[in-house]
């Protein structure tokens, strides 16, 4: 078959509502909110809009590498012209349209100031996955497809931070922890194989600095001691099997730093990934279309998603359970307090080294949904973390994009769903009552 000629009938899984609900959230918080506040950062400063720590000579490596990217470049490298000359022709101002919030702007700029010009404009992408079926009913790739043809869905890998996590407090409750089982917040010590020392530390000053504090808390307020903790009883390989049991396929190297979140890994990944604990455990595969049809309407081929079992469903309802902590006590409370969310919600913000990334992955019942926002390059970010942070960039997106969700009673949502436990497990998720019955068993850990 001629994909353009042959006049073939493609039904993907989008949900065009859904659809026009999620691009309609990432341009409300990047226009009205999260670019403002980045240009008024941004503001008089030379190297802009790079960090304050990225040398000229970084600078200059990443604008040169953007321009090769271009379909301009390309076209005069054919043309046999020299990299000198192509660079000289880059600096002559032309008449050209470039991108803003406000719409496309004509205006007089040589093709080097305006990749400079493009820059500074903070990226997203966006998917949202039906729980049962695999189904893909948002997909918002980038900010504008003509002027920044990128897709931070599939495509894009970027350091994931916190939102790997739950990889390893998944290994945890596999092997038969409590969400309520108290470890010491405190800072904990690798030797690596060449010798060094590695002491990972908070992101900040907890709470409970030096206290013993549940498994739960440590997650719901993103606790790197305790994440650390974790990964000292086990390795990374084994973390690394559940990622790959939960459909992450991009490289991870096996060292203990994975439990802080350093892999680069899709949103793709990342969404089908986390599907898996309101799926009761069993990961399935996200697809993009139902079936093809031939220009007389005969059925030529179906798809269905791909799925195999994770974990079990009593690990899946544990992780379910400690994530709605994220959003009831710790780092996606903003959902309750400032957007009036009340119904069950199960989240992982996550920042990464330098507010390079922002993430956001939450779930409901019935539809997953994952947002990535940051710079094109790592080293275009806000300066701190009030900015910067995971629940700032992109929680604020799936707020958005899920008031109007809920709000639009055709597509059958509502907010009286509920995770529902199987009656053939019984789980303790009383912290207070299980600290009383484990009182005396706390007393030999492992440091």
């Known amino acids: 078959y001629n994909l353009y000629k042959d006049g073939l009938k493609i039904y993907t899984t989008i949900d065009s509502r859904m659809q026009k609900y999620a691009e309609n959230a990432v341009k409300d918080h990047l226009k009205n909110d999260l670019q403002k506040a980045f240009f008024r950062e941004q503001k008089g400063r030379k190297k ?13 490596h990443l604008m040169e590498a ?10 005069l490298k054919r043309q046999g012209l020299s990299l000198d000359s192509i660079k000289a022709i880059f600096k002559i101002p032309v008449p050209t349209k470039v991108f803003s ?27 949202s996955m039906e729980t049962s079926t695999g189904y893909v009913k948002a997909y918002v790739g980038g900010i504008d497809f003509r002027y920044f043809q990128y897709d931070h869905v599939t495509k894009a890998k970027r350091q994931v931070g916190s939102t790997f996590k739950p990889f390893l407090y998944t290994l945890a409750m596999q092997e038969g922890y409590s969400p309520c089982y108290k470890v010491p917040n405190v800072s904990v010590t690798f030797e690596l194989p060449e010798g060094k ?19 739960k808390w440590g997650l719901a307020n993103s606790v790197n001691n305790i994440s650390a903790w974790l990964m000292k009883q086990f390795t990374p390989e084994a973390v690394i099997k559940i990622a790959r049991n939960m459909g992450v396929v991009s490289h991870i190297d096996p060292y203990p730093s994975i439990c802080l979140g350093t ?16 799926n009761k455990g069993i990961y399935i595969k996200p697809i993009f279309i139902n079936k093809i049809e031939d220009k007389n309407g005969t059925i030529i081929q179906t798809f269905s998603a791909s799925q195999n079992e994770a974990m079990n469903e009593k690990t899946a ?25 009340k119904n069950q919600i199960g989240a992982k913000t996550g920042t990464t080294q330098n507010q390079s990334d922002g993430w956001f992955i939450a779930y409901v019942p019935r539809l997953s949904t994952g947002i990535w926002v940051g710079g094109e390059d ?24 899920m008031k109007q969700v809920y709000a639009d009673s055709s597509l059958g949502y509502s907010v009286n769903e509920k995770f529902i436990k199987s009656q053939s497990f019984n789980i303790n998720m009383d912290c207070d009552k299980y600290d009383k019955e484990h009182e005396n068993s706390n007393n030999n850990i492992q440091l």
């Open 48 to 60: 802009a809009p790079f960090a304050w720590n990225v040398s000229y000579k970084q600078i200059k």
């Open 66 to 75: 953007s321009m090769k990217r271009t379909d301009r470049y390309w076209r």
């Open 101 to 127: 919030w406000d719409g496309y702007i004509d205006t007089v700029l040589s093709p080097w100031d305006s990749i400079r010009y493009s820059k500074f404009f903070l990226q997203a992408g966006l998917m």
């Open 197 to 215: 020392i590695w002491s990972p530390k908070n992101a900040d000053i907890t709470k409970y600095e030096g206290k013993m504090v549940s498994l």
């Open 263 to 278: 892999p680069d890994i899709s949103l793709y990944e990342m969404v089908g990934a986390f599907n898996t604990f309101p």
């Open 317 to 341: 309802f544990l992780m379910v359970n400690m994530m709605e902590g994220v959003v009831n006590q710790g780092t996606a409370i903003r959902l309750r307090y400032k957007y009036g969310f």
């Open 378 to 401: 790592r080293a275009i970010h806000f300066r701190g973390i009030h900015y910067g942070q995971g629940a700032n960039m992109a929680l604020p997106i799936w707020a958005l994009y």
